[in-house]
């Protein structure tokens, strides 16, 4: 039974015994980002590196890497945020996949906790890239939320309800909702910001009473959800490959 899931943690008989075992791995993706004066600077990594442990080890399977902080905008001009552009990120994704290519990858999940058509789009299109030129492998890249709702409503935001409870559930000890204030407030920000995509104000103004709605059982909710509709993704993936992909 596999025991160790973390990438970095493995010696080279766990690694090489991991991927004999299923050839699965995840990416968790985030961002360096401000996200409120309630939590921390590096939420989407976190919360999304949480969730794909979560999966590997209901799964009992796969590699989870480091996740990685290295992302499209997001606020920019925030303080604490770092941003990059898509031409570099799509040289270090696709070098990425390379790799775990090399070391027998079939199917792997990049899971971004980090939100904004300017993130998603470029990863989908990074994943699609790739799996052209190397059709024998799925590479599936979408946001945690994508697939899910709770209650109707698709757990997705910033720094509010859905982000504040997984944190709450992966990570208590950094979670500050007594810091949360409602209604106009006005942020820090960078000039002469590169990657400033979405030119956001410097205010934020979040009409919501996070103290009521942000639970660790909502964080714990919402991580099955989500963990289920990873499961089904990669179930899938896996039964879509033939056993020339799988070198059988």
Not at 220 to 245: H, K, P, S, W, Y
Request: glycine fraction near 8%.
């Amino acid at each position: 039974m596999q025991t160790k899931f973390k990438y970095e943690e493995m010696i080279p008989a766990e690694f090489l015994e991991a991927v004999a075992t299923k050839p699965l791995f995840f990416v968790p993706a985030g961002l360096l980002e401000w996200h409120g004066d309630h939590l921390p600077l590096g939420t989407d990594g976190l919360k999304a590196a949480g969730l794909c442990l979560d999966v590997a080890k209901k799964m009992q399977c796969g590699i989870v890497l480091p996740y990685m902080y290295f992302g499209r905008p997001g606020y920019s001009r925030r303080v604490g945020t770092m941003t990059f552009s898509e031409g570099c990120l799509m040289t270090l994704f696709t070098e990425l996949f390379y790799q775990l290519k090399k070391m027998g990858a079939k199917v792997i999940v990049v899971l971004s906790g980090h939100y904004g058509d300017c993130q998603i789009d470029f990863l989908k299109k990074t994943a699609i890239n790739f799996m052209q030129e190397n059709p024998e492998i799925r590479v599936l890249a979408f946001p945690e939320y994508e697939g899910v709702t709770i209650d109707g409503i698709v757990p997705a935001d910033h720094a509010k309800r859905w982000e504040t409870s997984l944190m709450m559930k992966y990570h208590p000890n950094l979670v500050h909702v007594e810091n949360f204030k409602n209604g106009y407030q006005e942020i820090a920000c960078y000039e002469n910001v590169p990657n400033d995509f979405y030119k956001e104000a410097n205010f934020w103004s979040p009409e919501q009473d996070l103290k009521a709605l942000a639970s660790i059982e909502s964080g714990d909710r919402t991580a099955r959800e989500i963990v289920a509709n990873i499961i089904r993704n990669i179930n899938m993936a896996f039964e879509g490959l033939t056993d020339q992909d799988l070198n059988l």
